[in-house]
Nanobody
Framework: QVQLVESGGGLVQPGQSLRLSCAAS????????MSWYRQAPGKERELVAT?????????YYIDAVKGRFTISRDNAKNTVYLQMNSLKPEDTAVYYC??????????????WGQGTQVTVSS
């Protein structure tokens, strides 16, 4: 069955970096677009970034993370990453890896990982 297992979250100080990983299994990873979402305490879940199946199409949906976050994927390792630099307290959230039903950002999400907590605090 489909599994999405996130790792790499933790507690960091403002300005530091984290790299989230999402190990995928149970489907043809190289033909699916992948996205990262986040949900901060008391706020709605928001879409952070999407990467197409070929790794060429990339979109960031939150202006505040543009230039600081980088989504990437390694189809040989069935893994998608979210590199987060210059972290701010407002980046504190649970981050979720998601799979889309096709290779494009236009396809809906059909599976979610369990989430990994990112806390940015001094």
């Amino acid at each position: 069955q489909v599994q999405l297992v996130e790792s790499g979250g933790g507690l960091v100080q403002p300005g530091q970096s984290l790299r989230l990983s999402c190990a995928a299994s149970g489907f043809t990873f190289s033909s699916r677009a992948m996205s990262w979402y986040r949900q901060a305490p008391g706020k709605e879940r928001e879409l952070v970034a999407t990467i197409g199946s070929d790794g060429i199409y990339i979109k960031y949906y939150i202006d505040a993370v543009k230039g600081r976050f980088t989504i990437s994927r390694d189809n040989a390792k069935n893994t998608v990453y979210l590199q987060m630099n210059s972290l701010k307290p407002e980046d504190t959230a649970v981050y979720y890896c998601t799979k889309r039903v096709g290779g494009s950002y236009l396809h809906p999400v059909d599976y979610w990982g369990q989430g990994t907590q990112v806390t940015v605090s001094s």
